[in-house]
């Protein structure tokens, strides 16, 4: 089992539409979260850390999942500049590199 | 301005050719990534490094060498022992754990 394992997609969505993300980790000891954004043959940004509490950046919205080990995006209201790859990217303790998953490509259709 | 720069932003290389991919931040940041990506693939770690001097291998390391001898620059050498090498290659650096990493706008490499 990957350590991080994410639905590739493609999510070929209205806009306007709501759409969710799921990713799930392996690594119970996983200890930070984050959603980057990635353009076609660009390189990837932050999109947002997530929390244990949830939190909300405008349209987005990432929860965390400890006990079921997973981690979510909600983007509502989708915009055509929405269309990209979203990674889910875990961090797991000590000395250890972020764990990319493969990323969601999501393309937002006028 | 702050930022991870990498250079150059296109290379093209000849079969049998090692080649030194460039990546310098001036972010203070400790520890500092080299990823790989092909077509519609995702990132796959190379090296890594969390402090100057010290350098660990990633999941693709064979065929790839680096160094650190300076905090804010980590450059990556290709070598002939790479097989396939054509890919989009991204550095990044983090400040520290747990925090989110930084990425450099990637170097595009070709063998031709």
């Known amino acids: 089992r990957k350590e991080v394992e994410q639905d590739p997609g493609p999510f070929n969505v209205p806009e306007g539409a709501t759409v969710a993300f799921n990713c799930t980790y392996s690594?119970?000891?996983?200890?930070?979260f984050f959603w980057y954004r990635q353009d076609c043959r660009k390189e990837p940004k932050l999109l947002m850390s997530?929390?244990?509490s949830g939190n909300e950046d405008g349209r987005f919205t990432a929860q965390l999942n400890r006990a079921s080990q997973y981690i979510s995006l909600l983007i509502r209201d989708s915009k055509l500049s929405d269309s990209a790859t979203y990674l889910c990217?875990?961090?797991?303790?000590?000395?250890?590199?972020?764990?990319f998953g493969k990323g969601t490509r999501l393309s937002v259709i006028a | 301005d702050g930022g991870i720069t990498q250079s150059p932003k296109y290379l093209f290389r000849k079969e049998g050719q090692n080649v030194t991919l460039s990546c310098e931040q001036n972010?203070?940041?400790?520890?500092m990534y080299w990823y790989r990506q092909d077509p519609g693939q995702g990132l796959r770690l190379i090296y890594y490094?969390?402090?100057?001097?010290?350098?660990q291998k990633g999941d693709i390391a064979e065929g790839y060498s680096v160094s650190r001898e300076k905090k804010e620059s980590f450059p990556l050498t290709v070598t002939s022992a790479q097989k396939n090498p054509t890919a989009f290659y991204l550095c990044?650096?983090?400040?520290?754990?747990?925090?989110?990493?930084?990425f450099g706008q990637g170097t595009r490499l070709t063998v031709v």
């Open positions: 990217v875990v961090y797991r303790s000590g000395n250890t590199p972020l764990v």
């Open positions: 690594n119970s000891a996983s200890q930070s």
């Open positions: 997530v929390y244990s």
């Open positions: 972010l203070n940041h400790d520890a």
């Open positions: 490094s969390q402090i100057v001097n010290d350098f």
């Open positions: 990044a650096s983090q400040v520290g754990h747990a925090t989110e990493a930084f």
